[in-house]
């Protein structure tokens, strides 16, 4: 399906999973380079950045909105900025985007009321909202590390924390799957595409630039966070691993003499130690007790319980 909507002298084209006449009808009417209208016809796995004589051609991939997403895990857009328009495609249903070409077409947006006349500054803005989104995501898997961090400090937390540090580690490696590719497509955009954008519009590139690189470095504090709870969760487990393997190693020898003894007496001999006194047995659990006692005494004085 395709959506145009315009803003003084600008028009925004946005393709939502167009088909093969609509995209020929699209490169027909606005003059689409013939190697632009071919990387259109499918997603692309990789993001770029090339100008052309009328036009500059992006693919940008974005994480799925929605932690523990199923299907795909980002969502491709291309972008053609020209002077006058811009054409967004895109292969997936993008709420943000519709959300945006409503606003821009009843103005309702302040930073659309003030756009300039050219389209860089359209894809600017759409930019933003679309890191806007990122940026609830990383808020949402902020949410998800301090919910985790508390149970890992919580006394006899630690079931599900494996699985739920799972997921987030899952969830911060999607966004960063998504994101990976656009600072190489924005460095080239800076470097190779100076001319064809306004003098001005330099600082709208920067600020592009800045909004990336504070995302990925939240996306990588995010992921230290992640390592250090997973590493104290381990810690903890193993401590109270060797805690419970402590108590059970010296209760067995604790209870070894008893076992050895009552094992000693039991064995079929001509003769046998209290045999026949009418005392017998109390002798030995007399002896069994001691033998413990002792033993139990000289673990805790040694600390070892």
Known sequence: MISEFKHGSLIWID???PS??????LAEKYAIDPIIAEELRQPSLRGRAEVFAESVYLILHFPSPGRNNEGDINQEVDFII???????????????????????????????????DHAGYL??????????????????IDEALEEVEARVFKKGETRGIIEALSDISRDILNMKQGLRSHRDVFVSLETSAKEFFPPKFKHYLNDISGEYYRLWNE???????????????MSLLST???????????MAFVTFPGVFIAGLFGMNTSVQPFHDTGADFWFILAIIIAASASL????????WL
């Open 296 to 303: 139990f005494f000289y673990f805790k004085r040694k600390k």
């Open 240 to 250: 109270a691993n060797n805690e419970i393997v402590k108590v059970v190693s010296v």
């Open 15 to 17: 393709a939502a999973s």
């Open 20 to 25: 093969e006449k609509e995209i020929a009808a």
């Open 123 to 140: 894809f600017y803005f759409l930019i933003k909202k679309l890191y806007t989104d990122v940026d609830r995501e990383l808020e949402a």
């Open 219 to 233: 996306i990588a504090g995010q992921k230290e966070t992640l390592d250090e709870l997973r590493y104290t969760n």
């Open 82 to 116: 020209a002077k006058n328009h811009l054409i967004t495609v895109h292969y997936d249903a993008i709420e943000t985007i519709e959300n945006f070409g409503k606003a821009f077409e009843i103005n309702h947006d302040m930073d659309i009321k003030n756009m300039k």
